[in-house]
């Protein structure tokens, strides 16, 4: 894997690039900070795990959110402490048992990005089924 940032000459604007993908504006005034950014990334990466594990699952998903909260220390380098992630889907059926599971795995074994910031940060979970 390879990436660049690039400085705008603007404050503190940078642009990443991956080639292959769309590129991501980081800016501490005007846009997600790379702190934010790794907030969001784990929301993607532990998402995109629940999904597909629901869906090998045959869970009747219509929509699925991960709403996520942190802490950070006071004092520089401002790591995250604390982490908590609220996964909510929406289906029909939704099998709680399966949920359950699905969340273990992506926290226990396929997030790369949850697994790299537990060894700084607390990170709990909870999970809420809405019938649609």
Known sequence: ???????????LR???HID????????????PTPME???MALGG???MDVISILQKMRQDV???????????????PK?????????????SNIEENSLKRAIELSQEKYCGVGNMLKKAA???????????
């Open 1 to 11: 894997m390879e990436a660049k940032v690039t400085w705008q000459k603007e404050g």
């Open 14 to 16: 940078f642009v990443g």
């Open 20 to 31: 292959g993908s769309p590129d991501v504006i980081m800016d501490s005034e005007n846009g």
């Open 37 to 39: 950014l790794v907030l």
């Open 45 to 47: 990466c532990t998402g």
């Open 62 to 76: 219509k929509d699925f959110e991960v709403n996520l909260s942190a802490e950070r220390a006071q004092e520089h």
């Open 79 to 91: 790591i995250f402490t604390r982490i908590n992630l609220e996964y909510v889907v929406y289906g």
């Open 122 to 132: 607390e990170i709990t979970y909870s999970w809420k089924i809405v019938n649609s």
